[in-house]
């Protein structure tokens, strides 16, 4: 009786050890930005981009975008809706599990520097 009580005693503090030392399954984290025409959301479940022209200007508005990719080089792109005021597109990727994504939502402009919303950082 004892060698059964002392066997499932080491059975569940083996099971316990392996449980404990798992690891967490890596949380990504959504980010949004905004500017006037333009609004962009990152999300990391797909590492989607879903941008909306939020004005009726006649002008595109897009997501700026970089990436470090695991083996160092960079990657950087741009999206662009092709609608206008109320409409949206979405764009997927396949980003490194935990690494950052840097965006933007900008609005292409036909003279001068488009304006785009400060760098925002969504985790893929």
């Not at 989607?48 to 990436?67: E, I, L, R, W």
Request: proline residues 2%; negative net charge.
């Amino acid at each position: 009786m004892k060698t059964h009580i002392r066997t499932l005693t080491v059975g569940a503090l083996a099971v316990a050890t392996v449980l404990g030392s798992a690891t967490a399954a890596h949380a990504g984290r959504n980010e949004k930005s905004t500017i006037e025409g333009s609004y962009t959301e990152f999300i990391s479940k797909g590492d989607k981009f879903y941008n909306c022209d939020t004005d009726y200007d006649f002008f595109q508005s897009y997501v700026d975008y970089a990436y470090i990719r695991k083996d160092g080089s960079l990657q950087t792109g741009k999206h662009y809706n092709p609608g206008d005021r109320g409409d949206c597109a979405t764009w997927s990727h396949n980003f490194g599990e935990g690494r950052p994504v840097q965006f933007r939502s900008c609005v292409d402009v036909l003279i001068g520097e488009d304006p785009c919303d400060r760098w925002r950082e969504g985790i893929a």
